[in-house]
Nanobody, 120 residues
């Protein structure tokens, strides 16, 4: 059983910063990629950023230059540092990871989400 647990959401101000954390626990053989998605009311869930086990990162255009994704592979943890926040960043942020529980088996897991609200 694998679980992803997010923390760090809350209320931020425009121009301010927040940091999200997601920890993976359970029977983990290896982690292929970890990332963050977000879903604003009335919108589809969209990719924010992800990072591979080799450290390759990918960002949505809307957050490039403002958000930074990083990992602590030893702890199976991924972080999202969000700077220069905008009201448009308001959404529920979900952690997602592709995890092997044993060799050859790769499964995508989701966290339950953490709400980020940015006031103007």
């Amino acid at each position: 059983q694998v679980q992803l647990v997010e923390s760090g959401g809350g209320l931020g101000q425009a121009g301010g910063s927040l940091r999200l954390t997601c920890g993976a626990s359970g029977s983990i053989f290896s982690i292929n990629v970890m990332g963050w998605y977000r879903q604003a009311p009335g919108n589809q869930r969209e990719l924010v950023a992800n990072i591979t086990s080799e450290g390759t990162t990918n960002y949505a255009d809307a957050v490039k230059g403002r958000f930074t994704i990083s990992t602590d592979n030893t702890r199976h943890t991924v972080y999202l540092q969000m700077n220069s926040l905008k009201p448009d960043d308001t959404a529920v942020y979900y952690c997602r990871a592709k995890i092997s529980v044993r060799p050859g088996i790769l499964i995508a897991y989701w966290g339950k989400g953490t709400l980020v609200t940015v006031s103007s």
